[in-house]
Each structure stands twice: as structure tokens, then as C-alpha cells.
């Protein structure tokens, strides 16, 4: 069964850190370009951050820049994606997803998780 599982959301006060996995089974992850998007209550879906297959390439959305690092270990067939300085804008579902191919974009995913909820609040 193809699948993508988040986990690592939680409720952190203002300031707070957590990270996050994205674990893949049933296929290889290391040949996807995987990205993290989220989705706050209310509002459109984002893109938060995007890393290639390889790991050599990474993208942030403008928002998150200078507090999130998305990383990747392939041996473990998992993503991760390191929140630092969360602010209480930073809530909402934290979704995962990985798009054919070795780019770092954050569209066109083939395969999405279900999402892990992040609370920012003090």
C-alpha cells in the first residue's frame, strides 16, 4: 500500500519548536521530490517548503524562511521538516506530499499524507 505518514504535530507555546516526519511505504522515496504544505483553519492550502530528491535543493516559502529546514534520509525513506521561532500563525494541518521526479517544486504531488495538526499557542 502506497502511503505518506505524518507525524511530530503538537501544541507549542509562541517561540517553541517541533519537527516533523513524513515517512513513506510502499514505494521509494528517494526518487520523489517532496514538499510540505499546510493548511491554516479558514484558509487556502500553502506550500511551506519543498526539497528535491537528492536533498541538494531546497525552497521556502517567504513566511517560514529562517526558521523551518526541511532535510531528508532516504535510507529511512523520510522527510522532515524543522520548525523553529513558531509563531501562532504557524497553525494548521501540516500535510506532506511527493511529486514524480527529482525537482523541489510544490505542485503537481502525486501522493499525499493525511496531515498532523500544529497548534502554536501559548
Known amino acids: 500500500q502506497l502511503q505518506l505518514v505524518e507525524s511530530g504535530g503538537g501544541l507549542v507555546q509562541p517561540g517553541g519548536s517541533l519537527r516533523l516526519s513524513c515517512a513513506a511505504s510502499?514505494?521509494?522515496?528517494?526518487?520523489?521530490?517532496v514538499g510540505w504544505f499546510r493548511q491554516a483553519p479558514g484558509k487556502e492550502r500553502e506550500g511551506v517548503s519543498c526539497?528535491?530528491?537528492?536533498?541538494?535543493?531546497?525552497n521556502y516559502a517567504d513566511s517560514v524562511k529562517g526558521r523551518f529546514g526541511i532535510s531528508r534520509d532516504n535510507a529511512k525513506n523520510t522527510v522532515y521538516l524543522q520548525m523553529n521561532s513558531l509563531k501562532p500563525e504557524d497553525t494548521g494541518i501540516y500535510y506532506c506530499?511527493?511529486?514524480?521526479?527529482?525537482?523541489?517544486?510544490?505542485?503537481?504531488?502525486?501522493?499525499w499524507g493525511k496531515g498532523t495538526l500544529v497548534t502554536v499557542s501559548s
Open positions: 506530499a511527493a511529486r514524480s521526479g527529482p525537482l523541489c517544486v510544490m505542485y503537481g504531488m502525486k501522493y
Open positions: 510502499g514505494f521509494t522515496l528517494g526518487n520523489y521530490g
Open positions: 526539497i528535491s530528491s537528492g536533498g541538494g535543493s531546497t
